[in-house]
């Protein structure tokens, strides 16, 4: 019944590995978004796709590419990885309205990622 | 540009007393204004939202107020119990050509002490 599903919830890699973080909704929502949450807790959005069409792109280093194979999920890829992007990563979804106007954001349980 | 202040950064109160934390925006057209909880190593939840033809918004202990002439807006949290400890995050909406962007502030921490 999990509505925002995240894999893996802990990712432990080192510097110049690249990961994947895959991202699931459930709940039939349109928009989907990453964020990063540092260690002082600033939710700082990186992506947003709206129908598998990316339409937030905040400036977040070409390290970072998202990928939407369907509206239902949102996958986040990152290439050579730094020390500085230990961080907890959340998926988030929304039903937005009329010219996607803002509602409710859905998140996912996060993927805490440590980079040694 | 799109900014959302908040303040403050932690907060401890009394179990039993009131808690209020305060957010303001940089866009006079912004619209949508969401409060979301987070617990210890949870996700951000939302406890309460308003959209700007609204001035207050009440549910059981928790109500927002809004005043877009000044362009801030506040969380009202009464009769706090211990289970209100958690960082609440406070957002306002930036309308693009062709949608909404909702920005987070940066967080209060609230203690609730019993």
Sequence with gaps: DTA????????VTQMGNDKSIKC??????????????DSKKFLKIMFSYN???LI??????????????DKAHLN????????????VYFCASSQEGVLLSAYEQYFG????LTVT | GENVEQHPSTLSVQEGDSAVIKCTYSDSA???????????GKRPQLIIDIRSNVGEKKDQRIAVTLNKTAKHFSLHITETQPEDSAVYFCA?????TSYDKVIFGPGTSLSVIP
Excluded: C
């Design chain 1, 4 to 11: 925002v599903s995240q894999t893996p919830k802990y990712l």
């Design chain 1, 24 to 37: 699931e909704q459930n709940l039939g929502h349109d928009t989907m978004y990453w964020y990063k949450q």
């Design chain 1, 51 to 53: 129908n598998k069409e």
């Design chain 1, 56 to 69: 937030i792109n905040e400036t977040v280093p070409n390290r970072f590419s998202p990928k939407s194979p």
């Design chain 1, 76 to 87: 986040l890829h990152i290439n050579s990885l730094e020390l500085g992007d230990s961080a």
């Design chain 1, 109 to 112: 349980p996060g993927t805490r």
């Design chain 2, 30 to 40: 912004s619209n949508y204004f969401p409060w979301y909880k987070q617990e210890l």
């Design chain 2, 92 to 96: 306002a909406s930036f309308s693009k």
